[in-house]
């Protein structure tokens, strides 16, 4: 396990990468499903105001 | 031919729906694709005779940098497109494109310099390659700025559209500037017929480019919804949408 952690002396730089992009394809998802809920939402009260 | 299919791609009900319909499925076929990936590239794939394990990062680098691309020249298509014949879905999907496009060029930087410490010697050099990708960032970012900063949503799309047709140019350069001027990174490497990796370091590589394609069309469509509802605010389909 060790071995496959420090990845030959390099897992300094591999596990950071990684890390970045696994986080930004995590946020990605988060920002554009809370852009989504927004909108939503601002469509509903909209809607909600005008019947 | 018959082009019905293409001009539904016109009409924002129809797109909204479409974006409603496939995003979970794309978004799961991406999940699982990336994992399998993830697991070929850091476990299965035999390590590289000069680089060692450091060339792993190759797996999440090089998918990044092709959709930092892609997703310019998808939005930049898309401007022109709405620019060209008023197409209101094509400025909504060119927005819905940017924020993530510019992400995936920050992932391309971050890990293109975490690469570059180890085997150049240095995070960052002032390279074509490096310097063609930050300028990509900068393009994604002042079209976001451009259309924050013009509250007339017409006017926005239409200015932003410009920047980010003019922007294209940066594509070229960007993908062919390695075989214009000497640079410290290496020539685009062949994946496909004499590939110049083994068979085992390219098939987590081919697919992980798939996944990061399936994961680009599903956020960019959840995006989408996003900014059509933002959009069509007055439009009699949004109550039957939201239901």
């Known amino acids: ?51 | 031919m018959n082009w019905v299919w293409f001009h539904r791609f016109g009409s924002p009900p129809w797109v909204y729906g479409f974006a409603r319909r496939w995003a979970p499925w794309i978004g799961a076929a991406a999940a699982i694709a990336m994992g399998i990936a993830l697991y070929g590239g850091l476990v299965l794939a035999p390590p590289d005779y000069q680089q060692k394990d450091a060339f792993r990062i190759v797996y999440v680098h090089a998918p990044s940098a092709m959709l930092s691309l892609a997703i310019y020249s998808t939005m930049a298509v898309a401007a022109a497109v709405g620019l060209i014949w008023r197409m209101k879905v094509a400025h909504a999907a060119a927005a819905a494109c940017a924020p993530i496009g510019a992400w995936f060029t920050v992932a391309t930087l971050g890990t293109g310099m975490l690469w570059g410490k180890p085997m150049w010697g240095t995070y960052w050099a002032w390279d074509p390659r490096l310097t063609s990708e930050l300028v990509l960032l900068f393009l994604y970012l002042g079209y976001m700025g451009l259309r924050a900063a013009i509250e007339d949503p017409v006017k926005a799309d239409k200015a932003s559209a410009l920047l980010a047709i003019v922007g294209i140019v940066n594509v070229p350069i960007i993908k062919y500037s390695v075989n214009w001027w000497n640079s410290l990174h290496q020539p685009a490497t062949r994946l496909i017929g004499e590939a110049d990796m083994g068979k085992g370091m390219v098939w987590p590589l081919l697919l992980m480019f798939l996944a990061f394609t399936l994961y680009f069309a599903a956020v960019f469509l959840v995006r989408l919804r996003a900014e059509l509802l933002r959009r069509e605010r007055t439009a009699s389909w949004i109550r039957e949408a939201l239901t």
Do not use: T
């Not at chain 1, 071995?3 to 995590?26: C, D, Q, R, T």
């Open chain 1, 1 to 51: 396990m060790n071995e496959f952690l420090a990845m030959s002396g390099y897992g300094k730089y591999l596990w950071p990468s990684f890390g970045l992009v696994i986080g930004i394809v995590v946020l990605n998802l988060v920002l554009a499903w809370n852009s989504l809920k927004a909108a939503q939402a601002q469509a509903k009260r909209r809607l909600e105001m005008q019947s």
